[in-house]
C-alpha cells in the first residue's frame, strides 16, 4: 500500500514539475492512442522521448519495438505513415457506430482529425518511442491540457523520476468530453475539440485521486452521439 501511495505521489510530483506556477485541477493516467492499425505506425512517426542520462533503461521494451517492426515490416522504407481520418464522409460514418454498437474495438478506436488538428497531434505523441517503458500522464491546468511521459518501472527510485511534455492544447479547445465506458470494462474518454477532431485514449484515475468527471462533469455518455462541427459539415443526402 505505502508503495502504491508513493508511486501516486511521485506521480503527481511529475506533474507539478511539468506545470510550474499552474493551478492542477487533475492530473489521469491515460494509455496509448487506439487505432484498427496502431502497430502499423511508423517507428520514425513516432517521438523519441525520456532519454535523459538519470532515466533506467528497459532492455525488454527495446526487443519489444524491435520485433514489432519486424512484425509490420516497418523497416522497408519510409512509404508507410498514420492514416488520419478526414473528411465528411468519414466523420458521418464515424458517428453513426460511435452509439449503439456491440463491439469494444469499435469503441476505443474511434478517432478523426488531420495530421495537424489538435487529435492528430495527441494521437502521434500517445506513440512515443524510448529506452525506457512510458507512462502517460494527462494533466489538466485552469487553462492547458497537457499530455506528460514519464518513467514507468517497478523500483520506486526510478518511477517519475523525469518528466517530459508531449503534447499541449489551450483548455478551452478541448470542446467535448465523452465517456465510451460500458459492461466489459472499457474505460476511454474521448476528447473532441473545436476544430472538429476526437480521440479516444484509455482513461483511469490515479489510485485515491480525483475522477474524472468532477474534473469534467458534463462529460457525454455513449449513449449521446458526437457533437457537429462546423470544421466538418455532415455529408449532403442522396436524393
Known sequence: MASAQAR??????????????????????????????????????????LDQQQVKAAPFHKLGDVLARVLTLDFLGPKKSIRFKTG?????????????????????SLFFGAED???????????PRSKANVQHLLCVTRTRVKLLHIPRTKR?????????????????DLEWTRSTAWEHG????????????????????LAGQIDFTDVFPHTLTKQDPIPPNANYPEPEPSK
Open 186 to 205: 472499457n474505460q476511454g474518454i474521448q476528447y473532441g475539440f473545436t476544430d472538429g477532431s476526437w480521440i479516444t485514449l484509455p482513461t483511469f484515475s
Open 156 to 172: 520506486l527510485k526510478y518511477y517519475a523520476n523525469a518528466v517530459e511534455v508531449g503534447w499541449q492544447a489551450d483548455r478551452e
Open 8 to 49: 501516486v505521489e511521485k506521480a503527481l510530483q511529475a506533474a507539478r514539475r511539468a506545470c510550474p506556477s499552474e493551478s492542477i485541477d487533475g492530473v489521469f493516467i491515460v494509455r496509448r492512442g487506439e487505432l484498427p492499425d496502431s502497430l502499423q505506425t511508423p517507428y520514425g512517426q513516432r517521438p523519441r522521448v
Open 88 to 108: 465528411a464522409d468519414v466523420r458521418a460514418d464515424n458517428r453513426s457506430r460511435s452509439t449503439g454498437t456491440s463491439s469494444l474495438d469499435e469503441v476505443s
Open 117 to 127: 488538428s489538435h487529435a492528430g497531434r495527441l494521437l502521434v505523441a500517445s506513440l
